[in-house]
């Protein structure tokens, strides 16, 4: 499953940052059509939801969507054939 | 039985299942009256901690789709005025009882007045329209309370029943009726918006609890009944349809009597003073006095007066500084003359005839 | 079902403004809620006037979106009414403890069967920036320029005292701990009490050098205590810093309660 921020909802204010344990977050750099600057992705793979939810089959972690004051993360599945990266990490 | 107690009897009858209420004179014996006889009835009583929570807690639990009521009197009134505007907004069908007794402020707690009868149509801010009863006799306090749920289910608006404290301590006899027509709300239909209305400006009622998802807010409201405070035109569709709602209908509501419609001195009388006109009517019938007692006071019923083709002064005996005289004289060229008396004791016939001679 | 269902998705995005602790705290109540299986159909929102109380407005369920301060005696009727509605209320600091102060009380007192979720954020964030009975002292408002002088409402300590079946308090960056315990609260007869301690920085943040959203979530995470480890500490002698406040739940009993469904 991969991580998406809602850009009609997310307000930018980067709580989602502040509270991932993984740090998949990181600061945005251009404003979008509403003016707003949403965090971008850093290695999203790294998120347990991402990797793990289909396995154990409910929401692992679930900070950054809990925090968000605006509901504006889900997490969707894959197109057909897109590519995923996992990274194994000890 | 006294008075009081017949009006938490026609509650009852009229289907009463809810009452929140806060302990003040005049209007105690209501409270405990149904202190007494809900539970067997299997309804709720709560003595809440004070008027504004007890008419809080009264449209809270008419949300859930039953009909509550409240009793207090002029102190306790004031404060509910503000949950009283709210109930008028949401369009949430209550029975606000007012034992008047004498004020302002703590006044008389023992002795009668009329003094709120302005208040009750204009107590709250801003633009609204209400109901108001006002009942003469034991019957009457039991007849009008089960009219005002009547009222207050079909039009889904707060309606209130102004006693005073002589009709509300004093006991008559009166004849309980073996069974009450008992008007349910109109149902709101599934799918529909829940504040739209149709000609009668009353919408369908979304009871909590059966899935509607209804957003109800005192904030200004447009048909779903989403906030919509920064709209102006759905601000102004709203409020005209609440005052509408209830002026439009003021004929069909309408509720009053009129003895002697030939006459050429009318006394226009609505509550404790209606007991002494009819002792003056009765003293001199062949005076040809007429006799207009208003058991509906607002929305007022300005047509009662057209009963009257001949009249040439409407008298207005009221316990209280003249307030629906005011009224009344909005309404129409003929002169009135208020015969107002504050202090608490009624007025006696004789005062009355001095105020017929008066206006010859 | 997930919490996401509950939402009013065709009024979103909220009013709320840019990183209100608001719209966690709401997430994590439809959280609680979905995870007991309750119905939305069974179940009521009331809330009374401030940026707390907009919250049942995005949510899908029956609500009653009350006066100032009048939502707890708005809920004790609907409860009493028909008790197999489920009824939850969401509050803010001003609301509950400044004007709505007596019903608070008393509600407390009946053990009412209802979950209070009470946002308080120090401040009447939707009027401006007022002081209120929670803002802390020294701190700028725009009724206290100079500083509050007044004391600070402890709301927790307050319900415990009147009676209260279940009280705990979390802040709005304990997102875990916090559904945790409305959930407790949902779960237990009577009445129970939800403090969050949740951020505004445009209101109050702005005017007392926590500018940015992240610094009040810091500053939250920095100085909360929990309960026990605040008990211990203090049994054994060792000082606490002043400008640290508990977290926890700080009773759960089993008085009884009004408006119970049989």
Known sequence: ?90 | MQGNTACAEGALAAGCRFFAGYPITPSTEVAEHMALKLPKAKGVFVQMEDEIASIAAVVGAAWTGARAMTATSGPGFSLMMENIGYAAMTETPCVIVNIQRGGPSTGQPTLAAQGDMLQCRFGSHGDYSIIALSPASVQEMFELTVKAFQLSEKYRVPVFLMGDEIIGHMRERLTIPDSVEVIPRKKLETGSLPFKAGDDDIPGFPTFGEGYGVHVTGLTHDERGYPAATNPPAHERLVTRLVRKVESARKEMADYRVTNPDAEQVFISYGAPTRTVHQVLHDRPKDGIGHLQLRVVWPFPEFSLAEFPDAKAFLVPEMNLGQISREIERHTDVPVLPVPKIGGDLHTPAELGKALEGSR | MSFRDWYRVDRLPTIYCVGCGNGTVINCTLHAVDSLGWKWEDTVFVSGIGCSSRAPGYIKTDSLHTTHGRPLAFATGIKLAKPGLHVVVFTGDGDLAAIGGNHFIHACRRNVDMTVICMNNWIYGMTGGQGSPTTPRGALTTTTPYGSGEGVFDLAALAVAAGANHVARWTSYHVKELTRAIQTGLETPGFSLVEVLTQCPTAYGRRNKLREVSDTVEYLKDHAILLQKYNRLTAEGKPVPEDMFTVGEFVRRNRPAMGVPP
């Open chain 1, 1 to 90: 499953m991969k991580l998406v921020i809602d850009s009609d909802r997310c307000k930018g204010c980067n709580l989602c940052m502040l509270v991932c344990p993984y740090r998949i977050f990181k600061e945005g750099k251009e404003q979008n059509e509403r003016g707003i600057i949403l965090p971008e992705l850093d290695r999203p793979e790294r998120c347990p939801n991402c990797r793990l939810q289909k396995l154990y089959g409910r929401t692992l972690c679930g900070l950054c969507q809990m925090i968000c004051p605006d509901q504006a993360i889900r997490w969707e599945n894959e197109k057909e054939n897109e590519p995923q990266k996992v990274v194994i990490e000890f």
